[in-house]
Nanobody
Framework: QVQLVESGGDLVQPGGSLRLSCTAS????????MGWYRQAPGKLRELVAA???????NYPGSVKGRFTISRDNAKNTVYLQMNSLKPEDTAVYYC???????????????WGQGTQVTVSS
C-alpha cells in the first residue's frame, strides 16, 4: 500500500522556523511532481510550494522568499523549510505527490494525512 507520511509540524513563535518532511512508502515505481499545500480553518486548501522531478520549484507570492521546497529522490522524500513564520501561516500542511506504481502505468495523485503548524506567541 502506497502512502505519504508527513512530520515536523509544531507550535512555533512568530519569526521562527520549522522543517516539514514527507516520505512516500510502498511499492513505488516513479514520483514526478511533489508539493505542499495548506488549509486553515474556514479556508480552501492552497498551494504552498511545488517541485518537479528535475528540481524546478514554484511558490505563491505569500511564501516566496520565506519557504524552500527540496526533495531527495533516493529517499522518496520532500522537505519544506519554513522561515520567518507568521501567524497567518497557521494551518494543516499536506503533502501531495504524483506517483506511478509500475512502469507504463499512469501517475496518480496521493495525499498525506496532514501535519499541524501553529504560529503563535
Amino acid at each position: 500500500q502506497v502512502q505519504l507520511v508527513e512530520s515536523g509540524g509544531d507550535l512555533v513563535q512568530p519569526g521562527g522556523s520549522l522543517r516539514l518532511s514527507c516520505t512516500a512508502s510502498g511499492s513505488i515505481f516513479s514520483i514526478s511532481y511533489m508539493g505542499w499545500y495548506r488549509q486553515a480553518p474556514g479556508k480552501l486548501r492552497e498551494l504552498v510550494a511545488a517541485i518537479t522531478s528535475g528540481g524546478i520549484t514554484n511558490y505563491p507570492g505569500s511564501v516566496k522568499g520565506r519557504f524552500t521546497i527540496s526533495r531527495d529522490n533516493a529517499k522518496n522524500t520532500v522537505y519544506l523549510q519554513m522561515n520567518s513564520l507568521k501567524p497567518e501561516d497557521t494551518a494543516v500542511y499536506y503533502c501531495n505527490a504524483d506517483m506511478a506504481l509500475s512502469g507504463g502505468s499512469p501517475y496518480y495523485s496521493y495525499w498525506g494525512q496532514g501535519t499541524q503548524v501553529t504560529v503563535s506567541s
